[in-house]
């Protein structure tokens, strides 16, 4: 191995080497720990620690850094202390995300760095948005993520790559090829010769070096992370390595022919460094030694303070609390004075208020620059507000959502168009294990808003008509919001972009040009999580939200003397169980009606709660009245059909009956 110090001097060598030795040490202790049963679960990274060190030490103290499993040596060389990195490992109540994930799934704004989730590939995504955030503010700042080969098969790694590609995002993609994804071997995962070739096919730099050699890896990031802080741009490093211990300590390494060990033992970064440094002069046997000596005893007595900090305390409120960021919603009351609008119009409203508002609020979605979006809600935007904050992105549903993420982390606020909610699937891992837990685990706000264009109505079909808010309503950390109306529509919107947690806000496609109301003028929010009462009567309740409510009032309208209240819920998580409970007292017979299909569907929740809570107050069963549990036809007959509107009359006539 040839290691070339360049103008590097011997305290900045030698330094290189304490950050190179201490996680070695570590990893050492913890795997007496495992073997001893104190702790559980380890995965290792010796072996390939210089590129954690190297890469780490080459980026600046304010430049994020998001890592994996094995990259011990970027969080002891941003200098966390290992009593609080044991303490997460263990899951005390001290740790980072007190004892509710475990290894490195976690993030410290502290110290700059972004854990991972299980799911390989989405912090790519966020690595994007962050840098995305440095762009926008003209900070002249890289951002490190890292991935192994294995997770370059993921969409993710491909939808990340090209997103900073197209925009010259300032982020270094570093992969760790270390040979094996758990069992399989490289062979088994990709067909090129060079991870590093992809870099081709999105026209960027790619650079490969020796993963083991610590000065190599620091100046090659520390050359690129200085030219690219002022010449935006993504480049991608592969970094040649191998893993000397298994995916995890329980699975072992047979499957890694004897051969490969042999080879690499002889590569070890930690020992080939040393001893150049021992020809450089700089260390001797017996330095090494009192190093080796004084970490060790270090280590020892942090890792028994980490053993002795408290467990958590089981407090279930808490728990639920802290899936949300601490938001307490100051309801801003509309003007006197209002105008007619369309649905879609009070919608546009809503964004250009808020973009006006909130100098750090970003819109992104497919075609909504120039094009103004595919239903023209963002129409004239770019001439206002510039393509820098109404961004056209490609078709990337995942990247877009982790950029908002990443957005949102490094200071911004992030609105995401979902062409059509149907498209969400493609970025639901994103919603549902990174934007949903991310306060949860770790503290962080998720200041992202999801518009969803959603519903039947206009014979779009399968793939673009469905009604899937009860995908979201059971997944904790998310808001969900609904209106019905041009007024709640604007209000609704204005409120989820000012509230820091992630909200999905559902908006029907049918009601965009069909549907219009006075919209009060100015800037006003609508409280979330209040329904209203729109109408009330003595002898049922119709509880239903979006399309359903107007499928509800044209039932009332045409059965004057049907004496119902009608409630919509406009906000499905969380939602109104105060208004419902009221109603079910009044009327005691109970219809939930919404255009999702039967089985399943966000109405089944509501009435078991009816059903457990006001089991007294009911003169009927709660009865439902929804769509058939069919995918959504094309045919416009066949829609009419499948739509809960065509049973509403029967339902109540069935309920009223009971």
């Known amino acids: 191995m040839q290691f070339h110090r360049g103008d590097k001097d011997d305290k900045f060598l030698l330094n290189l080497y304490k950050k190179l030795l201490y996680p070695r040490l570590v990893e050492e202790k913890m795997l007496k720990l495992l073997r001893q049963g104190r702790i559980g679960k380890w995965f290792s990274g010796i072996g390939q620690e210089a590129i954690a060190v190297g890469s780490t030490l080459a980026m600046h103290n304010d430049e994020y850094i998001l890592p994996m499993h094995r990259n011990l040596g970027v969080f002891t060389s941003r200098g966390i202390p290992l009593k609080k990195l044991v303490a997460q490992w263990q899951g005390k109540i001290t740790g980072f995300t007190k004892g509710r994930d475990r290894s490195f799934h976690f993030g410290t704004q502290d110290y ?3 854990g991972m989730i299980s799911h390989l590939g989405p912090q790519m995504a966020l690595a994007d948005g ?4 440095d762009v926008l503010r003209q900070r002249p700042n890289a951002t490190l993520v890292y991935t192994g080969e294995g997770a370059t098969s993921e969409g993710d790694f491909h939808e990340a790559v090209n997103v900073a590609a197209v925009w010259n995002l300032p982020v270094i993609f570093l992969i760790e090829n270390n040979g094996y994804g758990l069992s399989t071997p490289k062979s088994e995962q990709f067909s090129c010769k060079n991870l590093v070739d992809k870099a081709v096919g999105y026209g960027i730099e790619g650079i ?11 100046d090659t990031i520390d050359r690129i992370a200085t030219d690219i802080r002022q010449n935006p741009r993504p480049v991608l490093l592969e970094c040649i390595t191998f893993r000397m211990r298994g995916h995890e300590e329980a699975s072992g390494t047979k499957y890694v022919p004897q051969e490969l060990f042999e080879e690499w033992e002889k590569k070890d970064p930690l020992s080939n460094y040393e001893a150049y440094l021992i020809e450089q002069g700089i260390l001797t046997s017996d330095s090494i030694i009192d190093l080796k000596i004084k970490n060790k005893r270090d280590i020892e007595l942090e890792v028994e303070e980490a053993f002795n900090e408290p467990e958590p305390a089981a407090d279930p409120h808490h728990e639920e609390a802290d899936m949300y960021f601490p938001f307490a919603q100051q309801v801003t009351e509309p003007e006197h004075s209002s105008t007619e609008k369309r649905y879609l119009d009070a919608i546009s409203e809503g964004l250009d208020l808020a973009m006006q508002k909130y100098p750090n609020l970003v819109l992104m979605g497919q075609d909504i620059a120039d094009y103004g979006g595919a239903f023209k809600i963002t129409d004239g935007f770019t001439a ?7 961004r056209n ?9 982790g950029a908002g993420l990443g957005l949102s982390i490094n200071g911004y606020k992030a609105v995401v168009e979902m062409q059509f909610a149907d498209f969400v699937t493609v970025g639901f891992n994103q919603i549902v294990n990174n934007l949903a837990k991310t306060h949860y685990r770790w503290g962080e706000k998720a200041d992202v808003v999801i518009r969803m264009p959603t519903g039947a109505g206009t014979g779009a079909g399968p793939f673009h008509s469905q009604s899937n808010e009860a995908w979201f309503t059971k997944t904790p950390g998310l808001k969900i919001v609904y209106p019905a109306f041009p007024a709640d529509a604007k209000g609704l919107l204005l409120a989820a972009i000012e509230d820091p947690n992630p909200v999905l806000y559902f908006e029907h496609k049918y009601l965009y040009r069909s549907l219009t109301a006075p919209v009060p003028d100015g800037y006003y929010t609508t409280a979330i999580g209040k329904a209203v009462t729109l109408k009330k009567g003595e002898k049922f309740t119709i509880i239903t939200y979006g399309l359903g409510v107007h499928w509800a009032l044209d039932y009332l309208k045409n059965n004057p003397d049907s004496d119902a209240t009608l409630i919509d819920l406009r906000t499905l998580q969380p939602w109104d169980k105060e208004t419902v409970a009221k109603a079910v007292r009044t009327t005691g017979r109970v219809l939930i009606l919404h255009e999702d299909t039967l ?3 966000f109405g089944a929740e509501i009435s078991a709660w009816i059903g457990e ?7 009927a069963p709660v009865m439902r009245c929804a769509s058939l549990d069919t995918a959504i036809p ?3 007959i066949l829609e009419e059909d499948f739509l809960a509107k065509a049973r509403l009359a029967q339902t109540i006539d069935k309920l009223l009956k009971y």
């Open 112 to 114: 700059k760095i972004i």
């Open 130 to 133: 962050i840098a995305l955030a």
């Open 208 to 218: 490969q070096v020796d993963g083991n050699n610590i000065l190599e890896v620091y």
């Open 384 to 390: 206002k507000y510039g393509k820098e904050r109404v």
């Open 393 to 401: 992105t490609p078709i990337c549903e995942s990247a877009i959502v």
């Open 599 to 601: 089985t399943n569907g």
């Open 613 to 619: 809570h006001c089991f007294t107050d009911l003169d």
């Open 634 to 636: 094309m045919s416009k």
